[in-house]
Structures are given as structure tokens and as C-alpha cells.
């Protein structure tokens, strides 16, 4: 079976951290795109990050920039987010997601991804 599953989320103060992971299942992750993407409530969806696992740059949402890092460890076929210096603004649901794999750098357009995990639940509050 084809899918993408997350995990990682949960509660932590401000300037606390995360790792979140998202496993691939039925597919490698040695050619892919992959992209974060969180909706907090009563807001939009927004990219987060993304990679293109054949060692293109990867991308960021200028406001976190620095704080946050993507990563993919291929023996695992995961892609991780590893989320530090975490305000209150970041909570939100986050979802990882595949799209194909061109040969180009990654996108931050929700729309060019077709494969979506659950999403996991990331709160910061003190």
C-alpha cells in the first residue's frame, strides 16, 4: 500500500523542539519530492519545507527559516523535520506529502503534491 505516515507531534513550551517523522511505504524515497505543509486552525494551509531527495537544495517558509531543518534518511525511507526554537504561532496539524519527482528543485505549491499522511498535532504553549 502506497502512503505517507507522520509522527513526532505532540505539546511543548515555546523555544522547545520536535522531530517530525514521515514514513514512506510502497514507494522509495531515493528519487522523490517531498513537502511539510500545516494548517492551524481557522487559517489556510501552508507549506512548510520541502526536498528533493537527490540532493537539491532544499526550501523553507521564510518564517522558519533557521529553525527549522528537513532531512531524508533513505535506508529508512523517512523524511524528517527537526523543529527547534518553536513558537506559539507554529501549532498547527502537520502533513507530509509526495509529489513526482522531475528532476527539478522541490515546490512549496500544495498543489503539485498528490500523496498525503494523516497529519500529526503539533502544540506549543507554555
Known amino acids: 500500500q502506497v502512503q505517507l505516515v507522520e509522527s513526532g507531534g505532540g505539546t511543548v513550551q515555546p523555544v522547545g523542539s520536535l522531530r517530525l517523522s514521515c514514513v514512506a511505504s510502497g514507494f522509495s524515497l531515493n528519487v522523490a519530492k517531498i513537502g511539510w505543509f500545516r494548517r492551524a486552525p481557522g487559517k489556510e494551509r501552508e507549506a512548510v519545507s520541502c526536498i528533493e531527495t537527490r540532493n537539491f537544495p532544499a526550501r523553507y517558509r521564510d518564517s522558519v527559516r533557521g529553525r527549522f531543518t528537513i532531512s531524508v534518511d533513505k535506508p529508512k525511507n523517512t523524511v524528517f523535520l527537526q523543529m527547534n526554537s518553536l513558537e506559539p504561532e507554529d501549532t498547527a496539524v502537520y502533513h507530509c506529502?509526495?509529489?513526482?519527482?522531475?528532476?527539478?528543485?522541490?515546490?512549496?505549491?500544495?498543489?503539485?503534491?498528490?500523496?498525503w499522511g494523516q497529519g500529526t498535532q503539533v502544540t506549543v504553549a507554555s
Open positions: 506529502a509526495d509529489a513526482p519527482a522531475d528532476g527539478m528543485v522541490c515546490d512549496l505549491d500544495p498543489r503539485e503534491y498528490e500523496l
